[in-house]
């Protein structure tokens, strides 16, 4: 009798089961979570839609869309435009005044319409809570769902007609033919079927894996390396108020993402009609002649500077704010200069600063292959 | 029906009975006395003159003749502390009463005590303006817009007690800015390399007039006003055209802050939710 008992619950135990596995023939879904390591000081507090959590298998494919030139929605040679045609991994990516194909370092879309403004640095984009551009048009609350994120200027980077000037419908098309693509969009997004809003997912998770973290400055941090007494000079007068004062807003030791993420007017002009400032977002008069304030990592790798790369070289920057800083109503206040014109600098503390300010640059980020473009596309 | 089979029902009696008997046990040891506290929560709100700051005009006269506008304020207040009528004090929130305050972030505006707080009688609030050396250790706030106040190491490290950023016109009547900022002062050796020594200057304020009942289960609401104005005339009358656009690195100035923050802060009408 023992043994009937057992055998009837085995037996209801293997059709229970048996009667899960029918209903379920698909392969189940299960990418595998990506999780962001948090450098040293870095906050925890991280902007990824919930929409969109980070998987590795989309941050894999992500890459391979980054690179791969067939963003563009076209196949001739000629034709090809990826993010990586501006975002340049060894200049941090930016496209830098070396570019190759754009003079200067002022990229112009796939027909040759210039850009309207100097590109950004697309480094460490997960902790920017406050909005993505240079006036931060695109941010986590905007009641325009389609201006929130990074998701979203992957469409308007291949729309534009001074960028990509796509059809997201010839592209997703173009893609869904490619061999290879259709299986990683399954295996990141449950689909073999190519939708232009998984690609900007795609490409988003692989944009925020892009961290610097170790630069120079950060091994001083950590108590691995000291720097020169050029190096401390530059870092004391980058964070005192009687010297550059350049922390208030780009951050240092107590913020290591050296960038508030916010918008300033820093004192560069007295007349402004730029449609594309701060105030366009906000309406608020002080917001005049405002734009972010850029991350100083791997600052030296990354010209022209300002948004509309007025400046060349660091050196430039540095006597702009030295001695050429201008006085408007929206300026902010933290341009307690000025009324000098600026910090007044000598040149050894000009020199000093821009010793420090070279401590943060980040060489292993900007060689580390697994940022960089792959050996072979999917179809390859 | 046989013995073997007889045992597994008497096994499933079993842990059905213990079971109802585990939960009830639960049930009696759940039974809550009665409540004797409440809730409190302090909003801040900031005027210049007794009406609330129109932020951006150079509207305002201080008590050197300075005409001067608010662009923004920030600032941390800890340790708060409610002394109740029989002679005790209450520390609220222990060492998560650390509490950031921005003109520009309506939600940093309400300071809401996760402690319950004894029904009673209160005589008086105080907290610490800024933060105690004890507390205020650098990196101790890695995200925003907390970590964005953060005072560099060579200055003493840790976090600015206040950022009150504004202009004033100067003697050539120019717009010029200026940054009453609050944090650790620094004595110096050889001024700007060598510190000898560093300063605390957070300080203890003490709510006028801020008694209050708390009857049980009531959520009281104080509100913390700052008088924007006092900072720059009691007891000291500071004049942005003697201190300049910057004090981060002037302690001597810092300390003259110091002493009119003291009566910057009123506390107003209850209010009843």
Known sequence: ?380 | MDKLFRQPIQLLYFIAFAGVFAFTGCGSKTNNPEPTTGKLTLHFSHKIDSEPIVFDDMRYVNAAGNHYLVNEIQYFISDVTLYHSNGTSLLLDQWEDIHYVDTDLPETQDYIFKDEIPQGTYDSISFTFGISEEKNHSLMFVNPPESFMFWPENLGGGYHYLKLNGKWLNELDQAAPFNFHLGIGQIYFSYPDSVSSFVQNYFRVILPASAFNLAVGETKSVEVIMNVENWFQSPNIYNHNTHGGDIMQKQHVMALAVENGWNVFTANTMTYK
């Not at chain 1, 590109?119 to 905007?142: R, S």
């Not at chain 1, 925020?208 to 108590?223: C, E, V, W």
């Open chain 1, 1 to 380: 009798m023992k043994n009937k008992i057992v055998n009837t619950v085995v037996l209801i135990l293997v059709f229970w089961f048996s009667g899960c596995t029918n209903k379920s023939t698909i392969t189940p879904y299960v990418p595998t979570p990506y999780e962001i390591e948090i450098p040293f000081g870095f906050p925890t507090i991280l902007n990824i839609p919930a929409d969109n959590p980070m998987t590795v298998e989309g941050v894999e494919l992500g890459r391979y869309l980054f690179y791969d030139g067939r963003f563009s929605g076209r196949t001739h040679p000629d034709s090809l435009m990826s993010c990586a045609t501006c975002h340049r991994q060894e200049r941090s990516f930016e496209a830098g005044v070396d570019h190759p194909g754009f003079p200067g370092g002022f990229p112009h879309g796939i027909t040759g319409i210039p850009t309207p403004h100097a590109m950004l640095p697309m480094i460490n984009l997960v902790w920017n809570t406050t909005g993505y551009g240079w006036n931060g048009l695109l941010y986590p609350t905007n009641p325009d769902p389609d201006a929130r994120n990074i998701e979203d200027f992957v469409r308007m980077a291949a729309l534009a007609p001074h960028e990509v000037n796509g059809d997201t419908t010839r592209i997703k098309n173009l893609f869904q033919t490619i061999p290879g693509y259709p299986e990683l969009f399954e295996k990141a997004f449950g689909s073999k079927t190519i939708t232009f809003t998984n690609i900007g997912k795609a490409i988003a998770q692989f944009a925020r894996t892009l961290i610097s973290a170790n630069s120079k400055f950060d091994q001083y941090m950590h108590g691995e390396v000291q720097l020169s007494q050029p190096e401390l000079n530059g870092y004391m007068l980058f964070t005192t108020e009687d010297g550059g004062d350049c922390f208030h807003c780009h951050g240092g030791f107590g913020n290591p993402l050296f960038t508030t993420h916010l918008f300033y007017n820093n004192g560069k002009d007295t007349v402004f009609n730029d449609i594309r400032d701060r105030f366009v977002i906000t309406g608020d008069p002080m917001d005049h002649g405002a734009y972010k304030a850029t991350t100083l990592r791997n600052i030296e790798v990354t010209g022209p500077y300002m948004h509309d790369g007025r400046f060349t070289t660091i050196e430039e920057v540095i006597d702009f704010y030295s001695t050429g800083v201008l006085s408007s109503p929206s300026i902010s206040p933290l341009m307690h200069h000025v009324n000098n014109g600026g910090i007044r600098l000598t040149p050894q503390e000009k020199a000093d600063l821009l010793s420090f300010i070279r401590t943060l640059r980040d060489d292993e980020f900007m060689t580390n292959p697994k940022f960089g473009k792959p050996e072979k596309f999917p179809d390859e």
